[in-house]
């Protein structure tokens, strides 16, 4: 699709408040343009990124996953959001200094295995008080 195509679908809905990811949004060389445009429209734009490239400085909301630490350019994001898989967490809080902090198990395929890493993001929820819980609420209801 088009800038122009996005903006004019977007604006076909009374929430105004966009969030672009999906594969990774930051390598989409129009980036800007899409963000630029969108604001124009009236959108809060937001952005979920894996951090790896820079971001135009416009967007309202960047909420950051990362998945190779050294790999990670985006450091001060909005949001952080981990993939838990019973890493150790303490990178991130040295590296980061975000105004959300999420921790999100990861979905393994096996319910023991992901039971296992719920509980564990759970005690460390409750330990560390920075950190928030994270759900796929759709996995959770059966969704896909």
Known sequence: MSIEEIVNLASNYTP???IITGGEPS?????TELVDALHAKGFFVQIETNGTQPLPDSIDW???SPKILEKTVVLRPHELKVVFEDQDLEPYERIFKPEVWSLQPCDRGNTTLNRRLLNRAIK???SRPQWRLSLQTHKLIGIK
Request: with cysteine; net charge neutral; hydrophobic share 50%.
């Open 16 to 18: 105004r408040h966009v």
């Open 27 to 31: 390598l989409q060389p129009d980036l």
């Open 62 to 64: 960047v909420t950051c």
């Open 124 to 126: 460390i929820v409750l």
